[in-house]
């Protein structure tokens, strides 16, 4: 029943490392959404897809590559993981007009 | 620049009180949705309550209400009769969608806690 699905919910790797997060809606949204929260709890938008389609990038560096095989997923990979990369990453989706987000749990990623 | 602005990093109220979280936000645009969320030490993100900037009549769920001022671009959120397990961040965020593409800009949040 679960609405934003993310997996890993905890990710703890190396520096240097690839890894991926995955992000998965049974809602039929036709947008989704990666958002960053930092240490100290700032959440800010890093990218945001609407079927399928690259709408947003916001300035994230290239080693974070979103893909969205169909529109009910918009997964992360992130290429040679730094400290700085810890956080807490957030999917979302959201349909249509409708303005109500629905996020995921979320994925705590810790780079040591 | 879009921007929300949470004057509040701490707030603390007392089990059955009432409390208000203030947030105030900057758009040139006339349409657009306010929102807070909560979220909870178990960090899930959970809207408690919205608002269409084009409705002057102010949102209400429950124990949550809000107090919209458009002129002031003002969006203050007010907790009745708080419970303990109203403990948690609370984000003002509304939706922009300056540059042609929508996106949800949050302030800094508010550490809401709820003493017995």
């Known amino acids: 029943d679960t609405a934003v699905s993310q997996t890993p919910k905890y990710l703890v790797t190396q520096m240097g490392n690839d890894k991926s997060i995955k992000c998965e809606q049974n809602?039929?949204?036709?947008?989704m959404y990666w958002y960053k929260q930092d240490s100290k709890k700032f959440l800010k938008i890093m990218f945001s897809?609407?079927?399928?389609?690259?709408?947003i990038n916001e300035t994230v560096p290239n080693r974070f590559s979103p893909k969205s095989p169909d529109k009910a997923h918009l997964n992360l990979h992130i290429n040679s993981l730094e400290l700085g990369d810890s956080a807490v990453y957030f999917c979302?989706?959201?349909?249509?007009?409708?303005?109500?987000?629905?996020f995921g749990s979320g994925t705590r990623l810790t780079v040591v | 620049a879009q921007t929300v602005t949470q004057s509040q990093p701490e707030m603390s109220v007392q089990e059955a009180e009432t409390v208000t979280l203030s947030c105030t936000y900057d758009?040139?645009?006339?349409?657009?949705?306010l929102f807070w969320y909560k979220q909870p030490p178990s960090r899930q993100m959970i809207l408690v309550i919205r608002?269409?900037?084009?409705?002057?009549q102010n949102a209400t769920e429950n124990r949550f209400s809000v107090n919209f001022q458009k002129a002031a671009k003002s969006f203050s959120l007010k907790i009745s009769d708080s419970q303990l397990g109203d403990t948690a961040m609370y984000f003002c965020?509304?939706?922009?969608?300056?540059?042609?593409?929508?996106?949800?800009?949050f302030g800094k949040g508010t550490k809401l806690t709820v003493n017995p």
């Open positions: 979302a989706s959201r349909h249509g007009t409708n303005y109500g987000y629905t």
């Open positions: 809602l039929g949204h036709d947008t």
């Open positions: 897809y609407n079927n399928k389609e690259l709408i």
């Open positions: 758009t040139s645009e006339n349409n657009y949705y």
């Open positions: 608002q269409e900037a084009y409705k002057q």
């Open positions: 965020a509304f939706v922009t969608t300056q540059g042609g593409s929508e996106k949800l800009v």
